[in-house]
Structure formats: C-alpha cells, structure tokens
C-alpha cells in the first residue's frame, strides 16, 4: 500500500512540475522537450518506473498539445511531428529505466555496506569533496557524514593514536599502498574501543585521490586472547611447580651439599682460629671456600626461584645454548641420582627472542620426560643428549634424545594432546603446554621415535633478525 501511495504521489509531483514548467515555456519560449526530460529524471530518482513512464505518456501529450501545430490539439500532426514524438517517449522511457536501475544499484550498495561487520568511510582528498559513512559508522560514533569533512574522522581516534594514523593515512594516499593497523575510535558515549583499521587508496577516472577506510571491531577479542594468555601463564606455572616437585629430592641434596661444606669449613675455620698463634692463612682459605659454597648454593635458589616465579612474558634477545646450560645444572642432580649421563653437542647458533622462563620450561620437560623414560633400561648405558644447531631455515634447532623404549605407534599421535599421558599419575599437560609455547614463539614441535632405541623429541624456533623482517 505504501508503493502505491508513493507511486501516485511520484506521479502527482511530476504532473505538477509539467504543468509549472509548460507555463514557463508558453511565457518565454523555452525549449519544452529537454525540460520535459528533467522532469522525467527526477520522477525516476525516486526509483518508480510506472510513475515516471506515467509521466513520460502526459509530457508527450502536453508537447503535442501545447507546442506542435495545430496548437491545443491533439488531432492532425503529420507524421515527421509523430516520429519525433514517439522518438522523445522512447528516450524518456530508456532514460527513465537507466536512472531507475542506478538507484536500485546504488540503495543496494548501501544496504550491502550497512549490512557490513565494520565501520565504513569513504571519501576524496580534497577538502570539498563528499564523504561517505555506512550507517554503523553513524549509530556507533554519533556523526553524520557532514562532520567527517576535514578533520572530521581523525577527531574520533584516540589522542595517542592520533599521530601513528595521520602519518599513516597521509603516506597511504600518496603512494597508493594499503595500511593496516589497530586504532581506538570513540563512541557516542565517549568511551574508546578498539579496531582493526585497514585503509585502501584508489584513484577514480580522473585520477583524483580517494580513499576507503574499514574499522573492525577487536576489542572484545582482544580482551578475551588478554585473558586466555594470562591463563595460560598460570598454567604453565603450575606445570613448572609440579615439575620442581619431581626435583625435589635432587634439589634438597644440590643446596645440601654447599651448605654443609660450608658449615665444615666454618668449623675449620673456628679450629684455626684457636690455634697459638691462629693460622690466619687457613682462615683466610676457608673463608673464601666459604663464600664459593654460599654462592653456589644462591645459585641453586635463583635459578629455581627464576623458574617458579611468576610474571608475565618477557620476550628477549638471547642464545638457546645459554639457556641449556641453565636447565643442564638445574637438572644435574636429578640425574646424577637416576644415573643418567647428559650429553650436549652444541654448536654456535644464532640468538633468537624469546621467554627465557618458558624455554627452561620446555627444555625441563623435556629432560625430565628422557630421564623417566629411561627409568626400566638394562644392558646399556642411560644417555640423554642434548643437540643445538642452525636451522636450515636461518633458525635454531633443538634436540632432545633419550637411549629409552621409546614411543609406541599408538601413542605418537597423541602425545601432545592435553591431558594425555602415559606416566602414572601424569598430568598430561607438560608436552601441550611446551607445544603452545614453542609455537607462541613462532616455532614446531615434534617428536620421533625408534623401538627400543629411544625417542627424540625436536623443536625449531626462528632467529631474531627473521623475526624482525617477519614484523
């Protein structure tokens, strides 16, 4: 019923405008034809065919009427006057469709890009230019179209954002590359959120500079990977605890053997101090056995502290084989006590970034895992090597092998899954949480194996200066 209405409405309008304009043209010979036409386009802008070929039928019978002889008649017009008349109703009929067919085009762009997951702005580089919001844009920020001329859309970002998106969006239209970034816009409440901005310069037919700006919304997503991560870091704290509750034994002994030197060097000392004269020489010796055996024994607290402490992800530049050493003299104890002899074979790698912390992790784990696997092995010695070396693909390589029964087919495919385990009372977290943290690294994880001779557990993780071009 409202197209109806509309229709007639359409109809009326343009019957009025016909007559004003027929008017005028009987009072100063104008030139009734092409206005007759301005007045079928406007019919069709309104997007009605019936109405503006309606329209189109009532002009062509005011041009015979009013302006074809005889005048104020519809009868006797020769046929060349029938011709152009039928020629003018044709093109006002395909003017009439090709308008229509432009604004259907263009209402359903629009509802295209109001239907759009994202805030929309287009626009040209001059200052006078028009500029184009879809509709989100609009209900989210509260401007109109108007007010994003000139400066319009930068005074919706962030003032600390302000100066990373006008450099940005300045050097994209000048030299026609697309930018993509994240930027906080802000609502009509005034409050910030976050989006990812991508930014795409065009030229239009006469080569003028355009530009078409998209904004998604990331904040919430951003927030929840914030909260996943600081999840997972617990996690991964935990499986550190429960890892040092497997050393505990061999730490006790580790931090027990300083302590008690030191305590037979203090006597010792004591001893000589007694003496007449008091052998200070000696003194002096024990003293600084001492303070080695103290430091040694601070060394142990600090690196356990080091690994249980809990802070969030410091990614830095540093070399794997430092972090080796780290875990080897941590875990040297606990494998003097399951006669294990650890073997490193080490070559000169490139640094890479990354968590110190989360890579002792991992390569603890790994140790640990060899160690226990090597738990029920007769007839050969309990061997677990360790082997750094250059990737192939400008990277670091990293192996830890055990001489233990190794992995069974039926196991392999699983043993990184979470909470798979094949250790009684395992929690089966220790190899996902490493696998998570080799590839939050940007690195691979993987595992292989050789009945009765052992498994090889083996990650790469990317050198600093590819990191740095990958960014």
């Known amino acids: 019923m409202s197209s109806i209405r509309r229709t007639a409405g359409s109809f009326l309008l343009g019957c009025v405008a016909l007559a004003a304009l027929t008017f005028v043209c009987l009072k100063v010979q104008l030139s009734a034809p092409v206005l007759y036409l301005l007045v079928v386009v406007f019919v069709a802008l309104d997007g009605s065919f019936i109405a503006a070929a309606c329209v189109s039928v009532v002009a062509a019978l005011s041009l015979q009427y009013f302006f074809a002889l005889p005048i104020f008649s519809l009868q006797g017009a020769d046929s060349r006057n029938a011709m152009r008349l039928v020629m003018w109703l044709v093109t006002a009929f395909v003017i009439s469709h090709l308008v229509i067919r432009a604004r259907r085009r263009e209402k359903n762009l629009q509802l295209v890009m109001d239907a759009m997951p994202a805030l929309v702005v287009a626009g040209s580089t001059e200052a006078a230019a028009d500029v184009y919001c879809n509709q989100r844009f609009v209900d989210y920020t509260g401007r109109s179209p108007d007010d994003m001329h000139g400066e319009g859309l930068h005074s919706v970002v962030h003032p600390d954002d302000q100066l990373w998106y006008r450099a940005e969006w300045k050097s994209a239209v000048a030299s026609g590359q697309p930018v993509t970034g994240e930027v906080r816009l802000r609502d009509r409440r005034g409050e910030y959120r976050l989006f990812l901005h991508h930014l795409f310069p065009m030229r239009d037919a006469s080569e003028r500079a355009q530009w078409c700006s998209t904004f998604i919304d990331i904040d919430d997503r951003k927030r929840a990977e914030e909260t996943l991560r600081h999840a997972q870091e617990d996690l991964a704290r935990v499986s550190r605890v429960t890892m040092m509750g497997e050393l505990v034994a061999s730490i006790a002994h580790e931090v027990n053997q300083p302590l008690a030197a030191i305590v037979t060097n203090a006597n010792a000392s004591l001893r000589w101090l007694a003496a007449d004269p008091p052998n200070l020489d000696e003194v002096r010796a024990a003293t600084v056995r001492i303070i080695s055996d103290g430091n040694r024994a601070s060394d142990v607290v600090a690196r356990i502290r080091g690994l249980l402490g809990r802070k969030e992800t410091q990614k830095e530049p540093l070399r794997v ?151």
């Open 321 to 471: 084989d430092d972090v080796i050493g780290d875990v080897v003299a941590l875990a040297e104890a606990e494998a003097q006590r399951k006669g294990t002899s650890v073997q490193l074979e080490l070559s000169a790698t490139p640094a890479i970034v990354a968590d110190r912390v989360q890579l002792q992790q991992v390569l603890l784990n790994l140790m640990l895992n060899g160690m226990e696997a090597m738990n029920g092995v007769t007839g050969r010695s309990k061997t677990l090597t360790i082997q750094s070396r250059p990737d192939k693909h400008n990277g670091v390589f990293v192996a830890v092998r055990d001489s233990g029964a190794g992995i069974s087919e039926e196991h392999m495919p699983h043993i990184f899954d979470a909470f798979y385990t094949t250790k009684t009372g395992g929690l089966g977290m220790g190899l996902a949480i490493g696998r998570s943290i080799i590839e939050a690294h940007g690195g691979r994880i993987w595992a292989t194996s050789e009945p009765a001779q052992g498994s090889t557990f083996q990650f790469t993780l990317p050198a600093a200066d590819s990191m740095s071009h990958d960014a």
